[in-house]
């Protein structure tokens, strides 16, 4: 067995979206700052102690005798006078700049190997002649250093920690470099309250979000609310409940939608008010009209027209007092419209106490006889209830044929209605019509005729010959009489 289940995506308010946007821009605009900060930060600590290191360096190597360094090469040097000499001004540099004893020293170029060499240092056991491993990073300074450039390294890191070193060249009496002076410190520390400074800004600004998260659901909500209220509105237009209550609030865009929504609810309410005043087949002309379907002229068609009129309602009125009249009259009116759009007609005006009715389709008139013969079955059956009206009874005209469905009036008021001989033939025929009388037209007879099932649920008889007023030639008139199961019941009924 195959289930069909439709899946509805979960809803998510307006407002929590709103303020997860806010909150992830707020979010973003924190760690754009943070990580801005400890860049600013970082680069500004390398280059705060590399020109400093850098001004020690070249400061100390200007007070190294370059001839002298140059004679300390092996391990066997370090009790030479030139090594306590060069050791007591590296003492002498090293105090003055409260630096580590194990962060300034002297390096040769070893002749053999290419490699850096120690030439001397303040450490208790030297090491004169012993080789130094470059860290790659640094290799570009050291070689500009050599080449007469002093310099300082960014950041790295080695088994000791993280460093800074500064590089200056030694020089010999002819001004060639004879070494290098280095200078290293150790900014462990330092970093350390960098990434302190760089959490509590992290950490205020973790509040400020909350904060902000706050005050985004606030304005979410201010923003939201109104759009909320305006989406029950619309649900409620389309339900057809046009009592909308809205607050205007503020001069805002949503101020001016919520506005221009009452604006168009109290227009669709009046035009869905209007529409009870307008004819089926007028509205579908305004559609059609509307796409350029129809041209304004109009246009002819085949259908059967019901004219019915009540009688002696002119005399019923002069007596009595007019919201009784008007009482009685829509009841009277609802009725008939009632039955001619169940029977597939639609009315095309009502003038005064008559009722004008157009069939269209293939079965027009089949459905034509029909509404007129249940308006009067019906006008029976409510005289024999309520009778409250006074034996009000209709006479009703049936013709057929050719008619011009068109606009009738002027440019500021029109009325699309049926117009043609066969219109006034059934206004001829509903006024000959006594009470409770249907007469129907020879065209009408024609095409019942042509349709035998019809006999016996809506039999046609001949009233006669009659000079029809408005037409040259006399014409055969019918009735449409009672359907014999109807006779039947009216008899069990008395």
Request: contains cysteine; hydrophobic residues 45%.
């Amino acid at each position: 067995m195959f289930l069909n289940i439709e899946l509805q995506r979960a809803r998510f308010p307006l407002a929590y979206k709103i303020g997860i946007l806010i909150g992830a821009g707020i979010a973003l605009a924190i760690f754009a700052v943070s990580v801005f900060f400890y860049h600013q930060s970082y680069r500004a600590l390398e280059e705060q102690f590399g020109l400093t290191l850098k001004h020690v360096a070249i400061t100390a190597a200007l007070g190294i005798d370059g001839d002298q360094h140059h004679s300390l090469m092996g391990q066997v040097d370090a009790s030479s006078p030139a090594f306590r000499n060069i050791r007591e001004h590296l003492e002498r540099v090293q105090q003055a700049n409260y630096l580590a004893y194990d962060t300034i020293y002297t390096f040769h170029l070893h002749p053999e190997k290419h490699q850096l060499a120690f030439g001397v240092m303040l450490h208790p056991q030297p090491f004169v002649g012993d080789l130094y491993r470059i860290p790659e990073e640094n290799r570009a300074i050291v070689e500009r250093a050599f080449h007469g450039e002093p310099g300082y390294t960014q950041l790295y890191t080695d088994e000791n920690g993280r460093w800074i070193s500064a590089f200056a060249p030694i020089r010999d009496r002819a001004g060639q470099v004879e070494g290098l002076l280095a200078v290293d410190f150790r900014v462990d520390r330092f970093l350390a309250a960098l990434r302190t400074d760089t959490y509590r800004i992290v950490l205020f600004s973790l509040l400020a979000l909350v904060l902000g998260l706050v005050l985004a659901y606030f304005l979410a909500r201010r923003i939201a609310g109104p759009i909320e209220d305006l989406n029950r509105a619309a649900r409620k237009l389309a339900d057809g409940d046009f009592d909308i209550d809205l607050h205007e609030n503020g001069q805002d865009e949503i101020g001016e939608l919520t506005r221009s929504f009452k604006a168009m609810a109290n227009s669709l309410g009046e035009r869905l008010i209007m529409l009870k005043y307008i004819p089926e087949h007028t509205r579908t002309m305004i559609e059609r009209l509307m796409k350029s379907e129809v041209s304004e002229a109009g246009e002819r068609r085949e259908v059967a027209i019901l004219f019915s009129d009540i009688r002696g309602f002119t005399a019923y009125a002069a007596v009595r007092e007019p919201e009784l009249v008007v009482k009685t009259l829509n009841r009277l009116l609802g009725l008939q419209a009632r039955a001619i759009q169940e029977c597939g007609g639609h009315v095309d005006k009502f003038v005064g106490d008559e009722v004008v009715a157009v069939f269209e389709g293939p079965d027009r008139v089949q459905k034509c006889l029909e509404a007129a013969n249940r308006i009067r079955s019906e006008l029976v059956r409510e005289e024999s209830v309520t009778p409250v009206t006074d034996r009000l009874e209709v006479g009703i005209g049936i013709s057929m044929g050719s008619v011009i469905l068109g606009n009738i009036g002027g440019e500021d008021r029109r009325d699309y209605t049926v117009i043609g001989s066969n219109v006034n033939l059934a206004s001829r025929l509903c006024n000959a019509a006594k009470n409770n009388r249907i007469y129907v037209s020879s065209d009408v007879y024609r095409a019942w005729t042509k349709q035998p099932e019809m006999a016996d649920r809506l039999p046609l008889k001949l009233r006669g010959r009659a000079r029809i007023k408005g037409f040259a030639e006399p014409m055969h008139v019918y009735e449409l009489c009672r359907p014999a199961a109807e006779v039947n019941q009216l008899a069990d009924a008395v």
